[in-house]
Every structure is written in C-alpha cells, then in structure tokens.
C-alpha cells in the first residue's frame, strides 16, 4: 500500500510505521494488516486536531509536519511540540474520558489515525497484533508516569 507521494519519493506505510515506537514490534506482514485498520489526515498549520474537552477517539502518528499540545487558553506555551514519528491521544484508544488539552498542526501536518473503534476491530480479528500494540502502548505510558513522578519529586509534589 502506498502511504504517501511528494514527487519522486514514496514510502510505503510499513516504511514509516516501523520508525514508531508504538509498532516497533510488528512485522512487515503485521503492519500491512494495521494499514488497514488506519486513515491518513492531512491538516493545514493552524487546524485543530482536537479540542480539550471533546471525547477521545483516536491515537494518532505523526507522519510529516509538526503538532503543539497545548492547555486551553494556553496556546502560547504548549506543553510539547511534537514532529514525524511522534504519537499523541493514545488514552483515545482506551477510555472516552474527555481531552485534558488541545491538539493542533503547527505546521503543514500528515497524520496517521487509529480509531478507537477500527482498534477494538483489530484486536477481534488479530489478537496478537493488537496485542503487541498494546504492549509497546503500556509500555510507552509507564515510562511517562514515571518521569511525571520524577519530576514532580523534584519540586516536592506529584503531578
């Protein structure tokens, strides 16, 4: 399956998925299952993925471009800045508690998104594949509660 063109250069979406943590774990074979199961968005630099507040839905993969994670009213100093490999709303795929911040393409933006309910798919028809992403996505949200705690222990509290 071809992923994306820009001139003379394609990458297949194995390709580039396999630069992300959360699939790193998948074969070639695997992947090409998962590009089934995922839709591609293309966003101009300004546009809103989401909103804070809106229900989860979806984890999405930056493919090319660059997206801020900001609080509500705070759009000038985002908590993170994000670019190509990168992977954010992951809790989308797990819960439909509202956002905690706002997502928006900084830049020209490709993104790769999974549904939470093209995930719950997955995880009926290829156990073992979903539950590899699975695995890399408790891993991935384990190691983020254990740098907030340890940046929280260094200002005496926890966040």
Known sequence: MKWFERGQKSTTFSDQMLKIELFSQLTQRELGIV???????????GEV?????????????IVSGKV?????????????E????NF????????????SAQARAVAPTELAVLFRGDFERLMESHARIAAKITMQLARHLGLRLRQMLAHGSHQGTVQ
């Not at 590009?35 to 630099?45: C, K, P, Q, S």
């Not at 954010?88 to 956002?99: A, I, K, N, Q, V």
Request: hydrophobic fraction near 45%; charged fraction near 20%.
């Open 35 to 45: 590009a089934g199961f995922v839709h591609r968005r293309e966003l101009l630099a």
């Open 88 to 99: 954010f709303g992951e809790l989308g795929l797990l819960d439909d508690w509202p956002r």
């Open 82 to 85: 994000l670019q190509a490999n």
């Open 49 to 61: 993925v989401f909103d804070a507040g809106e229900e989860g839905q979806a984890l999405y993969v």
């Open 68 to 80: 801020a994670i900001s609080l509500p009213g705070q759009h000038d100093a985002p908590l993170a």
